[in-house]
């Protein structure tokens, strides 16, 4: 069966332009999961999905990040008028369900850079 | 706040070392604890503990968790090139809680570099 999966797998951008990032996960897995690998430091979480809700939001640094999953399957992660601070490795997850008894299956990331 | 801390942050050893990467952790109402190898992008799942003293192995690999110290070891023996990697480490809380409400918190990783 195919993993979960990424697109584009790189992206360069102008500073003050929007993009959309997006993530197919596993068929079947309920619960999907954004984080952001910026150089040198661990995984930082971003939001989750329970279906197509998504309850947490907590993670997302500003105003400028939303996200979107829609038919409990695909989801879009969205930067508006980034900045070179958003540069960094945004990684996708999905679980069978939510919770921290069900690994997490990652994305090969989508490598953003902003110029 | 919760917290992952992994040491240490970088290893350098030859093929056929043994090698013990080891992770500590601060976390509001703990419920597992998961290993992942990140060679390029894509962090791959290793192990999942939730119970202390109970080793989980798979082939060169192991993994124990103490919940008493909070802590866990992965262990690699006979090293390869093939392993030098990231080694991420992740603790998971309960969802019925404040805090990180059932989400991982990584720790910055331990790059492993095996050399031939």
């Known amino acids: 069966g195919a993993g979960v999966s990424q697109s584009p797998s790189n992206k360069v951008t102008e500073k003050g332009k929007d993009v959309e990032l997006r993530c197919d996960p596993i068929?079947?897995?309920?619960?999907l999961y954004w984080y952001r690998q910026s150089l040198g430091q661990g995984l930082e979480f971003l939001i989750y999905f329970q279906g197509n809700s998504a309850p947490d939001k907590s993670g997302l640094p500003s105003d400028r990040f939303s996200a979107e999953r829609t038919g409990g399957s695909v989801s879009t992660l969205t930067i508006q008028r980034t900045q070179q601070e958003d540069s960094a490795v945004y990684l996708c997850?999905?679980?069978?369900?939510?919770?921290?008894?069900?690994?997490?299956?990652f994305g090969p990331g989508t490598r953003l850079t902003v110029t | 706040e919760d917290k992952v801390v992994q040491s240490p942050l970088s290893l350098v050893v030859h093929e056929g070392d043994t090698v013990t990467l080891n992770c500590s952790y601060e976390v509001t109402n703990f419920r597992s604890l998961l290993w992942y190898k990140q060679e390029k992008k894509a962090p791959t799942f290793l192990f999942m503990l939730t119970s202390s003293g109970i080793e989980k192995k798979s082939g060169r690999l192991s993994s124990i968790l103490d919940k008493k110290e909070l802590f866990s070891i992965l262990n690699i023996t006979a090293t390869q090139t093939g392993d030098s990697a990231v080694y991420l480490c992740a603790v998971g809380t309960s969802l019925n809680y404040g805090g990180s409400q059932g989400n991982l918190i990584f720790g910055k990783g331990t790059k492993l570099s095996v050399k031939p």
């Open positions: 997850a999905s679980s069978l369900a939510r919770g921290a008894s069900y690994e997490q299956y």
């Open positions: 068929s079947g897995h309920t619960a």
